[in-house]
């Protein structure tokens, strides 16, 4: 049964499946797109929030080197990353890399998890820029119905009509097609950087010195307790993150490491990039370096304008600029938001479609959903299949308190992709790689760690959720997805599917 559960596809393999007519994706991207792509999931609500809630609660001006801290940590993955997306071209990112390294059921599981947190994340993100219109068109005098708001107080029930339409409308872009999908972006990518840039620029004009000192505040540390809201380093080990000081610094990164989160959904779209070897590696770690650089430079500017101890949670960029006598900064920042949020539901709905194509392709979800547009050459029916059910779930749900589950998700298929770099390179050091990770196995053991720290770090709950999740998981691949596996024995392959022996 072990040999069954832990069976791998040869990157040869994958790679011949992509050729396949009625599974075979369109290559149309290039390095460009891929790290237009990159910046616009990666730059979303983190950069107008996340500065605020890290800087205020535990690392004061500090927070700029908290942001390093965690490029750093995803930097050790983007290596590993364009490693694996160089050598296995192929859709399906986490979810192909774990298949050919660590078998079928590893990636099961990294699939199933990616399924549900790009999902999810889609979710959250499309609620949440249903926010900033609700908001914008408040200041307009348009006032929607609440019950069309997804927050009828009076009757309890509500439907998000504007996060809805939203991913339907993703949907029916992705369908249409790669390019036009990276046309849209390139547009939607270019105002919000647009926006980041003024906030920067013109913030650095109303910086006081004065409000960086201290730079690093004084140590305090954190409230102890049991609570299941608790982090999970803190249930286990009785160990509560600092407050401020340089320990502060580090618990600050686990926060705002989340607004980095995205940059990995390029690798999904290895299958659709013309020169995959070459432009998939400078997508991933260019469109990482560029908001690496974008976040350093707005904590710096937005900690020098305001106190840190006085910074808004909510809306830190915008409350910053009116406290210097210039609220109409705040109207462009909510809209730059806005703008932003649309490429980040976009991406990941196409980051999800993707992995999901990828383990229809190989049986383990039915292959009815790994046909592709006879015109357009998009996995139209996964696609559409989630779009439609994410549309559901966005205008009836509130997912605030799920949002860490994307987080989790994201960490846990950073380890298992560094953890397949070192595997691949023992088994398979005569594949071509364009790319190598440099200092192996140092640097996939340090992302490896890097990734656990920060998953301590979540809340206990979170990783509750995760495993009930991951229980489910299981459930179905034991029922569905090993016996209709194409890797499966003659004897378990259902009648129309073509048996194909073990790689």
């Avoid at 079928?104 to 820029?129: M, Q, S, Y």
């Avoid at 708001?149 to 991913?167: K, N, P, Q, Y």
């Avoid at 299958?271 to 430079?297: F, K, M, N, W």
């Amino acid at each position: 049964m072990s040999s069954t559960l832990f069976r791998t596809k040869n990157v040869e393999q994958s790679i011949q499946d992509t050729e396949e007519p009625e599974h075979a994706l369109k290559k149309s991207l290039s390095a460009l797109d891929l790290t237009v792509f990159g910046v616009g999931v990666i730059i979303g609500t983190g950069i107008f929030v996340l500065t605020g809630t890290a800087a205020k609660n535990t690392a004061g001006p500090a927070v700029s080197l908290s942001f390093v801290v965690a490029g750093a940590v995803c930097a050790l993955a983007a290596l590993c990353y364009a490693e694996f997306a160089s050598t296995v071209p192929v859709a399906g990112s986490a979810y192909t890399f774990s298949y050919a390294s660590l078998g079928e059921l590893p990636a099961w599981t990294i699939g199933w998890d990616l399924v549900l947190e790009l999902a999810l994340g889609t979710a959250v993100v499309a609620v949440g820029w249903s926010g900033y219109i609700h908001s914008l068109l408040d200041n307009w005098g348009w006032h929607l119905p609440e019950a069309l708001g997804g927050r009828d107080g009076a009757t309890g029930f509500g439907f998000d009509i504007l996060a809805a339409a939203l991913v339907l409308l993703l949907t029916a872009i992705l369908v249409v097609g790669m390019k036009v999908s990276a046309r849209v972006t390139s547009v939607v990518v270019g105002i919000k950087v647009a926006v980041v840039l003024i906030v920067i620029i013109a913030g650095a004009f109303f910086v006081k010195g004065a409000n960086y000192d201290p730079f690093i505040p004084k140590e305090q540390p954190a409230t102890a307790g049991g609570s299941l809201k608790a982090p999970l380093v803190q249930l286990m080990f009785g160990w509560a993150p600092s407050h401020f000081g340089v320990m502060g610094i580090f618990t600050a990164a686990s926060v705002v490491f989340f607004a980095f989160i995205g940059f990995d959904v390029v690798a999904t779209a290895a299958e659709e990039t013309r020169h995959p070897q070459r432009d998939v590696p400078r997508g991933i770690l260019g469109s990482l370096v560029i908001c690496t650089a974008l976040y350093v430079a707005v904590s710096i500017v937005v900690t020098g304008m305001q106190k840190y101890s006085s910074l808004s949670v909510e809306a830190p960029l915008a409350d910053a600029f009116k406290t210097t006598g210039h609220p109409w900064f705040a109207g462009l920042i909510s809209f730059g938001a806005a703008v932003g949020l649309t490429t980040v539901c976009m991406i990941l709905l196409l980051g999800q479609s993707r992995v999901f194509f990828a383990m229809s392709r190989d049986g383990l979800l039915p292959r009815f959903f790994s046909q592709t547009h006879p015109k357009f050459r998009t996995p139209y029916r996964s696609t559409i299949l989630l779009g439609v059910v994410i549309a559901v779930v966005a205008g009836f749900t509130s997912l605030s308190e799920l949002a860490e589950l994307v987080n989790i998700g994201t960490l846990f298929a950073f380890a298992v992709v560094a953890l397949s770099v070192i595997i691949l390179r023992r088994t398979r050091p005569d594949l071509p790689r364009a790319f190598r990770t440099p200092l192996v196995p140092l640097v996939p053991v340090l992302s490896v760690l890097a990734s656990l720290w920060l998953m301590l770090n979540l809340p206990a709950e979170t990783w509750l959720r995760f495993a009930i999740w991951m229980l489910i998981g299981f459930v179905v691949y034991f029922l569905y997805g090993r016996s209709h596996s194409r890797l499966a024995p003659r004897g378990h392959t259902p009648a129309g599917q073509p048996p194909r022996p073990p790689a």
